[in-house]
């Protein structure tokens, strides 16, 4: 059954069936994280999303967590989900201090990340949150780019080519990129998985300079830029 089979509204099946894939993918061994470390902190974030009232909490949420995050992750995860203007850089080396390592801690930026938007998208259309998957065996693979060095994001970040070499160049093409795109580059996988949900939800990054390019039916580029602006504006986004 697709995964939006029971939406009273057409769902493309490009973001219908990154979705579904994202959400496996949660289960699964990451760069820091294994399947079960992964599937609590999107666990995680999403009963911090039902606690404060974003989310109704769903009749089938998916197997138990049945593993506890340490107390400095809970509280990353807590203040990205529910209150994400606040986090800044003390927030940051108050992570670190409590024993997250730096890219222990942009994993899980992304899979909240990640995970919100999923939500936030059911929530939209009025469907049921998806039950989360079971972890898979496997372990991390603690894979660090060499390429990595402290610029202006709060985490070590892959420099804009040519500074950042083959790793820079495999990730972001030949174009340079902003740190929004690039804050997430310490751990690569979880930087190709943004992009491969933003590329649906969004439009493709080859197509950002282009202001005729339209990738949602019935909003040109202009709306839907008005709608991801004021979105930002009501979440006091500094970008």
Same mark, same amino acid.
């Given at each position: 059954?697709?995964?939006?089979?029971?939406?009273?509204?057409?769902?493309?099946?490009?973001?219908?069936?990154?979705?579904?894939?994202?959400?496996? #993918?949660?289960?699964?061994?990451?760069?820091?994280?294994?399947?079960?470390?992964?599937?609590?902190?999107?666990?995680?974030?999403?009963?911090?999303?039902?606690?404060?009232?974003?989310?109704?909490?769903?009749? *089938?949420?998916?197997?138990?967590?049945?593993?506890?995050?340490?107390?400095?992750?809970?509280? !990353?995860?807590?203040?990205?989900?529910?209150?994400?203007?606040?986090?800044?850089?003390?927030?940051? *080396?108050?992570?670190?201090?409590?024993?997250?390592? *730096?890219?222990?801690?942009?994993? +899980? !930026?992304? =899979?909240?990340?990640?995970?919100?938007?999923?939500?936030?998208?059911?929530?939209?259309?009025? %469907?049921?949150?998806?039950?989360?998957?079971?972890?898979?065996?496997?372990?991390? @693979?603690?894979?660090?780019?060499?390429?990595?060095?402290?610029? #202006?994001?709060?985490?070590?970040?892959?420099?804009?080519?040519?500074?950042?070499?083959?790793?820079?160049?495999?990730?972001?093409?030949?174009?340079?990129?902003?740190?929004?795109?690039?804050?997430? @580059?310490? %751990?690569?996988?979880?930087?190709?998985?943004?992009?491969?949900?933003?590329?649906?939800?969004?439009?493709? +990054?080859?197509?950002?300079?282009?202001?005729?390019?339209?990738?949602? *039916?019935?909003?040109?580029?202009?709306?839907?830029? =008005? !709608?991801?602006?004021?979105? @930002?504006?009501?979440?006091?986004?500094?970008?």
């Amino acid at each position: 059954m697709a995964l939006y089979a029971d939406s009273a509204y057409p769902v493309r099946k490009d973001l219908e069936a990154v979705h579904e894939k994202q959400l496996a #993918q949660f289960g699964v061994a990451g760069a820091w994280g294994s399947g079960a470390q992964r599937l609590a902190v999107a666990r995680e974030t999403r009963d911090a999303g039902i606690d404060a009232g974003i989310y109704e909490a769903p009749d *089938d949420p998916g197997p138990p967590n049945e593993n506890d995050l340490p107390h400095a992750a809970k509280k !990353v995860i807590h203040k990205l989900t529910v209150a994400p203007k606040e986090f800044v850089e003390d927030s940051y *080396d108050e992570a670190l201090a409590g024993g997250l390592s *730096d890219a222990e801690f942009v994993e +899980m !930026v992304g =899979i909240v990340a990640r995970i919100t938007a999923i939500d936030v998208f059911s929530r939209g259309i009025g %469907v049921p949150l998806r039950p989360l998957p079971e972890p898979q065996p496997g372990l991390p @693979s603690r894979k660090r780019p060499q390429a990595a060095v402290q610029e #202006q994001a709060f985490p070590p970040t892959i420099p804009n080519p040519p500074d950042g070499g083959r790793e820079a160049e495999e990730l972001y093409g030949k174009q340079p990129k902003p740190y929004i795109v690039r804050g997430l @580059s310490l %751990v690569p996988d979880e930087l190709r998985m943004h992009v491969e949900q933003e590329q649906v939800q969004y439009l493709p +990054m080859g197509k950002i300079l282009q202001p005729q390019y339209q990738h949602h *039916d019935g909003l040109s580029r202009a709306q839907a830029e =008005i !709608v991801a602006g004021r979105v @930002s504006a009501l979440n006091e986004c500094f970008f």
